[in-house]
Every structure is written in C-alpha cells, then in structure tokens.
C-alpha cells in the first residue's frame, strides 16, 4: 500500500515491516484480523491494516485524523513515536518491543543505547572524550542536551570586514575558539553550552586567546563549573573589502559563554 497522507508518503513496500499482531493464526478464518507495524527510513512509524481497521483501531487511532481506507478494505494509519511505543506494548512480546525500541531500564537515571557511527567519527569521539576528561557518554548526551551557539560564515565576514585584525587568512582559513562549560558531578562531567566565542586569521593569535581564557578560568579552579576551550578551522571566502574605519581587537568575547 502506497499513500500520501498530510504531504508524507507512506508505503509499506519501501518502510519496514518491525511488528505484527494477529487475533488467529488461521489466515483462512472469516475472522481474522492483522495490525501491521512499519517504520519508514526516516524513523516515522505508521500501522497497517490488510484486512481493514476494525471499530476499536478507529476509536483507539482517531480514524477521522489521518487514518486512509482503499475501497478494498485495506487501511493505513500514522502514528506519532508514543502511540507506536503503546501499540507494542499491548499488541507485542517483551523481546519484540525491546527489539524496536531498545532495552527497557526500569531505574532512573542513564539508558544504555547502541548507535552505529562512522569509523572517523568514533576517533573524534574517542579523542573528545580524552581532552575534555569525561566519558564518551557525556560528550553524546551534551550534543543531544546542550545549548550551541555558532557563528555562521556570514557572522565571521561581518566581523572580518570591521576588525582592524583580520579574522580570515588570506587564503581564507579561519580558526573559531569554541568555548565548552562542562558541569562536573561527582567525577562525571555534563556539557550544558557548547559556544564560538571568537575567531582568528591566525592559529598562534586563537591559542594566545584561550591561553588568556584559561587562566582566568584557572583562577577558579574549585567551581564545579569548568570551561574548556577548542579551536577549529574553517574555510570562507571573502565577499568584499576590509573597512578603513575596523575596530581593534581585543579579548571580549564575540559570544559570551
């Protein structure tokens, strides 16, 4: 069954198929009756129905919000990431449930998750990890739960064309000084903000930067709040010239962390 509903297409031959729920084994039996589980490439769930939805699909799934019918009988409903969860809990064995939709921790607190990565970026992660003194589960949570603040290329041409000190080389690398405030509890560290606070034409002038930075940030050494200071290279090409009347630069952040 293939159909576009509120401008998405749902189609059983493309999506897979990651639960089933019969009232009878026998196929053959006038009263058989089949829910369908499908999880489409970009996560989304949505139910089908071969056999047609019966009343108590239509007053559990809301029927007249985006359940379609074929003239054939045969039905398709989208469900929002919750009310797939509910249907295999009802309608599925544990194993089954925990197969979509990961293990069940029933205490509080972290969830262990499995996610496929990039081999490179598992190297990123590893290293990240290392230099920041957290696990590798801080680094993923805080992306997931952190603020992030970035300067978009225009950001940087903007301050470019008004510093006295050029922030982009003149073969148009840039070095942006990120500034991550990591929350430490009890040995483990959370990253609550992950934000460019400036840039530089220069690596020498963007580590003289955080080497200013870090000391103050060393003065105060005993807060559970620590920042930690990255620098990162990016190219951008200039799209005009360097004003007359630029400012000076000095160690006020751009953004302030």
């Not at 690398?173 to 460019?196: A, F, H, K, N, P």
Request: aromatic share 8%; hydrophobic share 35%.
């Amino acid at each position: 069954m293939n159909k576009i509903i509120k401008g998405k297409r749902y189609d059983t031959e493309k999506a897979e198929m990651v639960g089933e729920w019969e009232n009878t084994w026998d196929r053959r039996d006038l009263g058989y009756y089949a829910e369908e589980l499908y999880r489409k490439r970009t996560g989304e769930f949505f139910l089908y129905f071969p056999r047609g939805a019966r009343q108590d699909s239509y007053e559990r799934y809301g029927c007249l919000d985006g359940l379609w019918a074929e003239s054939t009988g045969r039905a398709l409903r989208p469900l929002t990431y919750e009310q797939a969860r509910e249907w295999a809990e009802r309608q599925l064995d544990a194993d089954a449930y925990e197969s979509i939709f990961g293990d069940v921790c029933e205490e509080a607190g972290n969830v262990p998750v499995t996610l496929s990565i990039p081999a490179h970026l598992r190297v990123d992660l590893e290293r990240r990890a290392s230099r920041l003194g957290v696990s590798q589960s801080c680094i993923v949570a805080g992306l997931l739960d952190t603020k992030v603040k970035e300067l978009s290329d225009d950001d940087i041409l903007e301050l470019d064309a008004r510093r006295k000190a050029p922030c982009i080389s003149d073969a148009g690398c840039c070095y942006v000084v990120t500034c991550l405030q990591i929350q430490m509890d009890e040995g483990e560290g959370r990253i609550m903000s992950m934000i460019d606070v400036n840039a530089f034409a220069e690596p020498g002038e963007a580590c003289e930067y955080i080497s200013k930075r870090s000391l103050d940030a060393y003065a105060d050494a005993d807060s559970c709040i620590k920042h930690v200071y990255t620098v990162s290279s990016r190219w951008i090409e200039r799209r005009e010239s360097r004003r007359d009347d630029a400012i000076p630069v000095d160690d006020t952040p751009i953004i302030t962390a």
